[in-house]
DNA sequence: TGAGCTAATGTAAGCGTTTTCAGAATTTCA
DNA sequence: TGAAATTCTGAAAACGCTTACATTAGCTCA
């Protein structure tokens, strides 16, 4: 067997489903044929209500459920829709894949959720485990990804969704906002404020077209406003409240030191005013921050986090509409854009 | 590439799909049998190199992915691990799921999460749903359910690991931290500091042993210090900070005002320090306030919180190992205890 | 009454895999 | 060299379910 992976190499021992009721033990006891106990199961209507009862009875008293994948073997449909997220330990994905979840299973759909840890080639694994498993939609983070991963769901033609983006001049399905357009409202709202030495910190952009649109929506804002995008200091950074720290002491060392600091998200945020905090530094005095996303953290933080709110619960909810439009046959399959806001605390202020 | 293209992306209903290669084609492509394509994907020493190679490159060349449902059916595994948990949107289990996940992954078993919204019935369902697709284990949040959902797993003798909490007295398969224990430590950490009139926010104890668990070990330390357990005040609120605000205003109306307030999670602590704080209380001068789970925001808030840390990635981790060596047939099915451990931050202090 | 309906149920053919068993090809060794 | 042992490979039978089609039962109505 294959020495690579020596613990799926060993099959387990014990015997499984050995007491599973099957459709057959269900039909024999209750009399009839296993296609009336399916039709009792999958479209009532069709028996009678003395049967069904009786039938019902059975696959209670017998505690049977159907066996998934003699269903999807059977019907070609699972019901089921996956989700594949960069990663579950996080606050922003976590919010809106709830409410996602929430809303297909008011619907009957179950959901799979897999994750990539921000990994492509992990990424088009677990798409490829969720299909095989017979999803009958999926939804996905953001769009950037190998053209081969495309490729694949198209040739299975399996409907997708993608969320945490909206991008207006692309044909794909996105139900998201305009990160470009939402991070340039909130430079916008920086320069106007009278900053001229803005710096950033962004999160990893490399397959990660949230953050690389959130990146060019800043630099879209400073060259409209008359500074130079190109020119932005920018350091990027993984998503960690240290990592934002690491990159804000990073930040203060340049001259002239920056009054304000555009964060790509707001852990990043959060972090660089811990740091700036204890640095002595006052905050929004002597270095504005500014975050993106609008969590938890942002409104507990001193002083208030100034951030870009984003819908995630709605996004979650449209973004499992959209999918099971489509399922029903009933969807021209367009996205749709989510309104993000700029929420004013009290981490930005004029440069003194 | 329109994803939700109603031409291509809908299957109808009851027309197979006619994309998705199967065995079959790749048997004939190849010009061998099934059963040699089979042994190729699962048990590659039984072919003829030459054989292999020819059918793995037609493999890669169709794009064959094997059909999960038809795959489960023949061979009654799955290599699939289940876990129900009461929500996504929470940071506390995030973390320990992530863990769990990333260990399974490594094994090449996948995860298949649900999640239950803190109901009974719903996780019920739950349960029977990833049954029926043929989980080889599951994992679960805590003890507290109804017998029956235990006798259903029984029956279809699913192992299972109950994660977030340890009853040492109990035989199930626990892999998780003593709550009680814990929280007693907390609270008699506070007795020690010379406050007497203490109060306690804490989750909802209806169906949640890991909340009522730590109410009870509260209680223990009060007896145990001489202060009535029986008589501690107590609110239970939802987890969120804006519940973990009202109950601390409430707790606030209390005569004698209460010198310290023992939260049953760190979400109702923060809640309550920033409330506290915007009555014009000093947290701690004016009222010490401690959580328990040791999140971000505990770290973040000022004052920093003094609270329980829990190892959630450790736990994740550990049961993920726990359920994998039942499935190699190599484990009695014993339960890990994890060490907690008392943060001291600047939330606690003696009363004035 | 019985022809002609409709409604309820049954029969049986798959769905895509794995796996047992048997047969073919190859190697070994007396 | 030929019989026996050893590899490979293929045919075909499950696995649990859905569903097209066939059949039967229960009506209506002339």
Same mark, same amino acid.
């Given at each position: 067997?294959?020495?690579?992976?020596?613990?799926?190499?060993?099959?387990?021992?014990?015997?499984?489903?050995?007491?599973?009721?099957?459709?057959?033990?269900?039909?024999? @006891? !209750?009399? *009839? =044929?296993?296609?009336?106990?399916?039709?009792? $199961?999958?479209?009532? &209507?069709?028996?009678? /209500?003395?049967?069904?009862?009786?039938?019902?009875?059975?696959?209670?008293?017998?505690?049977?459920?159907?066996?998934?994948?003699?269903?999807?073997?059977?019907?070609?449909?699972?019901?089921?829709?996956?989700?594949?997220?960069?990663?579950?330990?996080?606050?922003?994905?976590?919010?809106?894949?709830?409410?996602?979840?929430?809303?297909?299973?008011?619907?009957?759909?179950?959901?799979?959720?897999?994750?990539?840890?921000?990994?492509?080639?992990?990424?088009?694994?677990?798409? @490829? !485990?969720? *299909? =095989?498993?017979?999803?009958?939609?999926?939804? $996905?983070?953001?769009? &950037?990804?190998?053209? /081969?991963?495309?490729?694949?769901?198209?040739?299975?033609?399996?409907?997708?969704?993608?969320?945490?983006?909206?991008?207006?001049?692309?044909?794909?399905?996105?139900?998201?906002?305009?990160?470009?357009?939402?991070?340039?409202?909130?430079?916008?709202?920086?320069?106007?404020?009278?900053?001229?030495?803005?710096?950033?910190?962004?999160?990893?952009?490399?397959?990660?077209?949230?953050?690389?649109?959130?990146?060019?929506?800043?630099?879209?804002?400073?060259?409209?406003?008359?500074?130079?995008?190109?020119?932005?200091?920018?350091?990027?950074?993984?998503?960690?409240?240290?990592?934002?720290?690491?990159?804000?002491?990073?930040?203060?060392?340049?001259?002239?030191?920056?009054?304000?600091?555009?964060?790509?998200?707001?852990?990043?945020?959060?972090?660089?005013?811990?740091?700036?905090?204890?640095?002595?530094?006052?905050?929004?005095?002597?270095?504005?921050?500014?975050?993106?996303?609008?969590?938890?953290?942002?409104?507990?933080?001193?002083?208030?986090?100034?951030?870009?709110?984003?819908?995630?619960?709605?996004?979650?909810?449209?973004?499992?509409?959209?999918?099971?439009?489509?399922?029903?046959?009933?969807?021209?399959?367009?996205?749709?854009?989510?309104?993000?806001?700029?929420?004013?605390?009290?981490?930005?202020?004029?440069?003194?």
């Amino acid at each position: 067997m294959l020495a690579l992976h020596p613990t799926t190499a060993v099959r387990p021992l014990h015997v499984k489903n050995r007491f599973a009721p099957t459709l057959h033990d269900v039909a024999r @006891r !209750a009399g *009839v =044929s296993t296609a009336t106990v399916s039709r009792v $199961l999958n479209d009532p &209507a069709l028996v009678t /209500e003395s049967t069904r009862e009786l039938v019902l009875g059975i696959v209670e008293e017998l505690g049977y459920t159907p066996h998934f994948g003699g269903r999807a073997l059977a019907s070609n449909r699972s019901n089921t829709i996956g989700a594949v997220i960069p990663t579950m330990d996080n606050a922003i994905f976590a919010r809106g894949l709830q409410a996602f979840q929430e809303t297909l299973a008011d619907a009957g759909v179950t959901l799979l959720v897999a994750s990539s840890s921000y990994d492509d080639k992990r990424e088009f694994e677990q798409i @490829r !485990a969720l *299909v =095989s498993r017979g999803i009958d939609g999926l939804m $996905l983070i953001g769009a &950037a990804r190998p053209k /081969e991963t495309y490729t694949f769901l198209d040739r299975r033609s399996i409907p997708y969704v993608l969320t945490w983006n909206y991008r207006p001049d692309e044909k794909v399905c996105f139900v998201g906002f305009n990160n470009r357009a939402a991070a340039s409202d909130m430079a916008r709202t920086v320069i106007e404020r009278g900053h001229r030495h803005i710096a950033m910190i962004a999160g990893i952009t490399a397959s990660n077209d949230r953050a690389s649109d959130r990146v060019e929506g800043v630099r879209d804002a400073l060259d409209e406003g008359g500074l130079s995008g190109r020119d932005l200091p920018i350091l990027e950074s993984v998503y960690s409240l240290n990592d934002g720290r690491r990159a804000c002491a990073a930040m203060l060392e340049r001259k002239p030191r920056p009054t304000a600091l555009i964060c790509g998200n707001d852990v990043l945020a959060v972090g660089a005013i811990t740091l700036a905090k204890s640095r002595g530094l006052r905050v929004p005095e002597d270095i504005s921050i500014t975050g993106f996303d609008d969590i938890e953290l942002a409104e507990v933080i001193e002083p208030g986090l100034t951030t870009v709110h984003v819908p995630h619960r709605r996004m979650g909810e449209a973004a499992a509409r959209a999918l099971l439009a489509v399922l029903e046959g009933e969807s021209n399959g367009r996205g749709l854009e989510l309104e993000t806001q700029i929420v004013m605390r009290d981490s930005l202020a004029s440069p003194s």
